[in-house]
Antibody, heavy 120, light 107 residues
């Protein structure tokens, strides 16, 4: 059974750094398309970052140069390193995995989300 | 970036009603369009992928259609448990983009 469990969220001051983790089970992270999607309080879904099976990564313009998506194959875990955090980064962050019947970025498995609050 | 525009932004309907809403892309995205359902406090759930394919385990009252720039999502007979916000998402190009959502509730 596919499971994704996020951790690492919390309250952080503007300008600070945080690393989110997404521990995966039931599949191999390195063979999957893995993404981070966030949702600010009361707002819609916003794609943040993706890492493909081959290792290629992309980030949204709003986080480019501040956030880095990565994975640890030995731990079967996805990460999101978030630096220079801003108030507008406050959101629930979800990790998600592709659904393999689809041709690409169709996210059929999601974690429960972890809340990041950026505030002084 | 490809902009995804959903309409309406909110919709009220009665149990048993046929409900339809739309998603329009700012450029041709072929059929690289997914639909998600999100209930309050929960993660999104994939319902339809590649515009018209029903995800495994999703009730057959849900369906999707369209290609190019115009897409439609339909619930053939609204059930109380369908109350949620629905999002479309394109993956023709990075950045992946979502529509702003259609909030569905019971009249």
């Amino acid at each position: 059974e596919v499971q994704l469990v996020e951790s690492g969220g919390g309250l952080i001051q503007p300008g600070g750094s945080l690393r989110l983790s997404c521990a995966a089970s039931g599949f191999t992270v390195s063979s999957s398309y893995m993404t981070w999607v966030r949702q600010a309080p009361g707002k819609g879904l916003e794609w943040v970052s993706v890492i493909y099976a081959g290792g290629t990564t992309f980030h949204a313009e709003s986080v480019q140069g501040r956030f880095i998506i990565s994975r640890d194959n030995s731990k079967n875990t996805l990460y999101l390193q978030m630096n220079s955090l801003r108030a507008e980064d406050t959101a629930v962050y979800y990790c998600a995995k592709d659904q393999t019947s689809c041709g690409g970025d169709c996210y059929g498995f999601w974690g429960q989300g972890t809340l990041v609050t950026v505030s002084s | 970036d490809i902009q995804m525009t959903q309409s309406p932004s909110s919709l009220s309907a009665s149990v048993g009603d046929r409900v339809t809403f739309t998603c329009q892309a700012s450029q041709d995205i072929n059929n690289y369009l997914n639909w998600y359902q999100q209930k309050p406090g929960k993660a999104p759930k994939l319902l339809i992928y590649d515009a018209s394919n029903l995800e495994t385990g999703v009730p057959s009252r849900f369906s999707g259609s369209g290609s190019g720039t115009d897409f439609t999502f339909t619930i053939s007979s609204l059930q109380p448990e369908d109350i949620a916000t629905y999002y479309c998402q394109q993956y023709e190009n990075v950045p992946i983009t979502f529509g702003q959502g259609t909030r569905l509730d019971i009249k």
